[in-house]
């Protein structure tokens, strides 16, 4: 079975602090996604990656930036977090060759609270 | 850009028939889709209908697809308590990463 973990489910940070949310998936896929979903927002890609050192902004990126130096592992890192960044964070993983939906693997999401 | 627009609650007894409806803009769609999202967990891919079907039945689920009016909807037969959860319509091209809706929570009542 593919596995994304996500390796925080629960974190509580303080405002201003760097926060890393880790993610690594265990099927050799080349893209890789950060979403994160808040109530009556539903789900808003802030940045994905198709390949090593590769990135790209989503929806929205501000305040949020990458690192994907090895194939397996997209790390979220939240340079200065503020209160509104409190939220559940989704990473997901899917093979190369195209964005196909039923090939998309989710993590069970990562919950960041900002004090 | 893209949009994809769904209702945020359904409340539906249980034993009855849910339906929830998704609508979306971008013509292109290839691929329509339908997630699940449990209590604390990622979401789980249901069904999904490729573009030029209009229908899909899988066991309890049916899809029906519009694409004239650009709309999506998920049939639930006989909806049970486990069926209680976030559901999400997402669409995609293939080119760039599926974009998803807000979310329906479904709420099942015995």
């Known amino acids: 079975d593919v596995k994304v973990t996500q390796s925080s489910r629960y974190l509580v940070k303080r405002t201003g602090e760097k926060v890393f949310l880790e993610c690594v998936q265990d099927m050799d896929h080349e893209n890789m996604f950060w979403y994160r979903q808040d109530p009556g927002l539903g789900l808003r890609l802030i940045y994905f990656?198709?390949?090593?050192?590769?990135?790209e902004k989503g929806d929205i990126p501000e305040g949020y930036s990458v690192s994907r130096e090895k194939k397996e592992r997209f790390s979220l890192i939240l340079e200065s977090a503020s209160t509104n960044q409190t939220s559940m964070y989704l990473c997901?993983?899917?093979?190369?060759?195209?964005?196909?939906?039923?090939?998309?693997?989710f993590g069970e999401g990562s919950w960041l609270t900002v004090v | 850009g893209e949009d994809v627009e769904q209702s945020l609650f359904l409340s539906v007894r249980e034993g009855d028939s849910s339906v929830i409806n998704c609508t979306y803009t971008d013509s292109s769609s290839t691929y329509l889709y339908w997630y699940k999202q449990e209590p604390g967990a990622g979401l789980q891919l249901l069904t999904y209908?490729?573009?030029?079907?209009d229908m899909k039945q899988d066991q309890r689920l049916t899809v029906l697809l519009n694409k004239k009016d650009k709309h999506l909807s998920l049939r639930i037969a006989d909806t049970q308590t486990g069926d209680s959860a976030i559901y999400f319509c997402?669409?995609?091209?293939?080119?760039?990463?599926?974009?998803f809706g807000k979310g329906t929570r479904l709420s099942v009542i015995a």
């Open positions: 997402a669409e995609s091209d293939l080119n760039t990463p599926l974009v």
């Open positions: 990656s198709y390949d090593v050192k590769m990135k």
């Open positions: 997901a993983s899917s093979p190369g060759g195209g964005n196909h939906g039923n090939t998309i693997y």
């Open positions: 209908i490729f573009s030029n079907m």
